[in-house]
T-cell receptor, first 114, second 113 residues
């Protein structure tokens, strides 16, 4: 079974703090994704990566950055957390070619910024 | 640009009755279409996909979906709902040649006993 794990289920941070969200997958997938999920807005893509050290902006990259130093690990960084970044953050991974059709999701990190 | 519309925020159905969760899409070229389900406090789970071929696709847990090109729709269906089907359902689309998905806003399905 594919497993995508996220470092924390719940996280509470203060405004202005630097926040790291970690995601690890064990299926040797090339593609990794970070989404945020908000009620009434569905899932919105923040960043994705199709290879080590490669990254592409998604639909809402402002206020976020990412790092992918190893194939299995994809980190989302909030340089200076703000209250409007309070949300559920979901990481996903997928392969390439025929293995690209299905994205596998982690359990999510619910981040609260106070 | 690609987009997905799920016109219903919530669908209520009695256990044993058929259910439909609606989805329409907009994409350039041939669409790849997906349904995911999210149970409370869990990540998204893949249900089914349409890539090519038969317009009726079958997926996990007895769900199926029908691709209708002329109506640009991909409605999720199940002949007989279970209380355990209660969850948040997301439709997603991807254009061929791309690896990113665009998700709808989600539809909450509530199945009453």
């Amino acid at each position: 079974d594919v497993k995508v794990t996220q470092s924390s289920r719940y996280l509470v941070k203060r405004t202005g703090e630097k926040v790291f969200l970690e995601c690890v997958q064990d299926m040797d997938h090339e593609n990794m994704f970070w989404y945020r999920q908000d009620p009434g807005l569905g899932l919105r893509l923040i960043y994705f990566s199709y290879d080590v050290k490669m990254k592409e902006k998604g639909d809402i990259p402002e206020g976020y950055s990412v790092s992918r130093e190893k194939k299995e690990r994809f980190s989302l960084i909030l340089e200076s957390a703000s209250t409007n970044q309070t949300s559920m953050y979901l990481c996903a991974s997928s392969g390439t070619g025929l293995r690209s059709y299905e994205q596998y999701f982690g359990p999510g990190t619910r981040l609260t910024v106070t | 640009a690609q987009s997905v519309a799920q016109p219903e925020d919530q669908v209520n159905v009695a256990e044993g009755n058929p259910l439909t969760v609606k989805c329409t899409y907009s994409v350039s070229g041939n669409p790849y279409l997906f349904w995911y389900v999210q149970y409370p406090n869990r990540g998204l789970q893949f249900l089914l996909k349409y890539i090519t071929g038969d317009n009726l696709v079958k997926g996990s847990y007895g769900f199926e979906a029908e691709f209708n090109k002329s109506q640009t729709s991909f409605h999720l269906k199940k002949p007989s709902a279970l209380v355990s089907d209660s969850a948040l359902y997301f439709c997603a689309v991807r254009a061929s040649g791309y690896s990113t998905l665009t998700f709808g806003k989600g539809t909450m399905l509530l199945v009453s006993p």
